[in-house]
């Protein structure tokens, strides 16, 4: 099975076009985000949170209870749903939330994957991809990966300079 990658002005097509019916959408509070009619209301995720690694004043930093709710989402989902159906993730551009939120799903439903493998995947499908670090490490300490998220990623490097990332889809459950 697969999570999809996308921006925010591709989520309707790419849910489309990969079939799913659970997307998690990582973006700013209050931005309007119009839930594809093949998506039921419970069956998707809003995680309200500017795409920051450290506190700034007014503004929302990804934080511990972001990243529970996405694992428990996304745990949720595979559990019940990941053999049939495929999940959408998305940010506003599909570069940096979006690609953390992949990332964090493709580590904790594969546990023994060797991070810096996965990282390199990501890497290879989207050369924009320049994953939040800030989720990112939280993942890492929930998931208790040791570092090795936070190390994988910081490998990679920023990705290629891009307004909007092309969608693309990480492969989960080897």
Do not use: K
Not at 62 to 76: I, Y
Request: overall charge negative; glycine content about 8%.
């Amino acid at each position: 099975m697969q999570v999809h990658v996308c921006s925010l002005s591709r989520l309707s097509a790419t849910v489309e076009a990969s079939g799913a019916r659970h997307v998690v959408t990582l973006i700013n509070e209050g931005t309007a985000v119009d839930r594809p009619a093949a998506v039921a209301a419970n069956d998707h995720l809003f995680l309200g949170m500017n795409d920051i690694v450290a506190p700034m004043e007014g503004y929302v930093v990804p934080a511990d209870a972001h990243v529970e709710r996405l694992l428990g989402f996304v745990g949720g989902w595979w559990r019940t749903h990941g053999a049939q159906s495929p999940l959408v993730v998305h940010c506003w551009a599909g570069i940096s939330r979006s690609t953390a939120a992949a990332f964090i799903t493709a580590c904790a439903i594969n546990p023994a994957d060797d991070e810096e493998a996965l990282a390199a995947e990501l890497r290879r499908l989207s050369p924009s991809a320049t994953p939040n670090l800030r989720l990112v490490t939280i993942a890492d300490r929930m998931l208790a990966r040791d570092g090795r998220m936070v190390s994988a990623i910081e490998g990679i490097g920023r990705g290629r300079d891009a307004y909007e990332g092309e969608p693309f889809a990480l492969r989960l459950g080897r």
